[in-house]
């Protein structure tokens, strides 16, 4: 089972580098865009992870650049939850052109942190009361 969130963003002109393109390096904060719209409509958000005691810092991200977006465009981000019995979170992303077509596709992973800056090895509770809540465990 996978949850998706889709969200749309509109290019702005700050984003866009010398040659009218959206820069290499905003897509990664179009991808914090989708993991928030995400967090927001499905009860995971930034700050309910940040009122259950835990952080979670991205430790992996990468992208992959198909097409270029350009200055207002008006792209949609799809982000999906991938599941993992591993104490994090792992989402992809596929960001499409306002044509339909595939811009880039990406993917990050967070691990979760408390308050002490430990690393959680297991689940926390928060966090496995979530993935009951939306149909990941039993």
């Not at 998706?4 to 702005?12: A, L, S």
């Not at 499905?42 to 198909?66: A, M, Q, R, W």
């Amino acid at each position: 089972m996978k949850i998706k969130e889709t969200t749309k963003i509109r290019v702005r002109f700050n984003e866009t580098d010398p040659l009218g393109i959206v820069w290499h390096g905003n897509y990664i904060s179009y991808f914090e865009e989708g993991r928030e719209a995400f967090g927001r409509a499905h009860g995971i958000s930034y700050l309910d992870v940040k009122n259950n005691g835990f952080v979670t810092p991205i430790v992996e991200s990468s992208c992959k650049h198909k097409l270029p977006l350009k200055y207002g465009d008006i792209a949609t981000i799809e982000t999906t939850f991938e599941d993992s019995l591993a104490s994090k979170m792992i989402f992809s992303y596929k960001i499409i052109n306002p044509e339909g077509a595939i811009v880039c596709t990406g993917k990050t992973v967070q691990v979760f942190l408390n308050e002490a800056g430990e690393l959680a090895l297991n689940l926390p509770t928060f966090f496995e009361n979530w993935k009951r809540k939306v149909g990941l465990l039993k």
